[in-house]
C-alpha cells in the first residue's frame, strides 16, 4: 500500500500548482482523503478532505475559496487544484487515505510522501 504524491514545484505568487496523489497497491474508491502540509518550522495542517461515500469535501479555512480538492477513480488518483497561491501555501504537501476517518486531524491510516510547493512573492 502506497502513496505518492506529486505536482508540486516553484510557482509565483497569484499562480496555480495541481497536486496529485496517486495509490499503488489498493483502490482509493473506498478510502476517504486528505491533504496535509508542513512549512518549515511548523506544525502540520489539515488542508482539505473528500469522502469516500458522497464524495463531500471540506477545507481548512486558510485555503476555502482556491483550493478545490477532487477524484478520479478510474485513474486511483486524487487532485488537489490550488489557484490564488500566496506565499504562506509554501511548504511540503502531504496526502494520506483511512478507510473509516474523514477529516483534516492525524486519524489517516496511510501517509505518502510529500511534494514541496514554493511560492515566491
Known amino acids: 500500500v502506497q502513496l505518492q504524491a506529486s505536482g508540486g514545484g516553484l510557482v509565483q505568487a497569484g499562480g496555480s500548482l495541481r497536486l496529485s496523489c496517486a495509490a499503488s497497491?489498493?483502490?482509493?474508491?473506498?478510502?476517504?482523503i486528505g491533504w496535509f502540509r508542513q512549512a518549515p518550522g511548523k506544525e502540520r495542517e489539515g488542508v482539505s478532505c473528500?469522502?469516500?461515500?458522497?464524495?463531500?469535501?471540506y477545507y481548512a479555512d486558510s485555503v476555502k475559496g482556491r483550493f478545490t480538492i477532487s477524484r478520479d477513480n478510474a485513474k486511483n488518483t486524487v487532485y488537489l487544484q490550488m489557484n490564488s497561491l500566496k506565499p504562506e501555501d509554501t511548504a511540503v504537501y502531504y496526502c494520506?487515505?483511512?478507510?473509516?476517518?474523514?477529516?483534516?486531524?492525524?486519524?489517516?491510516?496511510?501517509w505518502g510522501q510529500g511534494t514541496l510547493v514554493t511560492v515566491s512573492s
Open positions: 494520506a487515505a483511512d478507510l473509516y476517518y474523514y477529516g483534516l486531524g492525524p486519524g489517516y491510516d496511510y
Open positions: 473528500i469522502s469516500s461515500r458522497d464524495g463531500s469535501t
Open positions: 497497491g489498493f483502490t482509493l474508491d473506498y478510502y476517504a
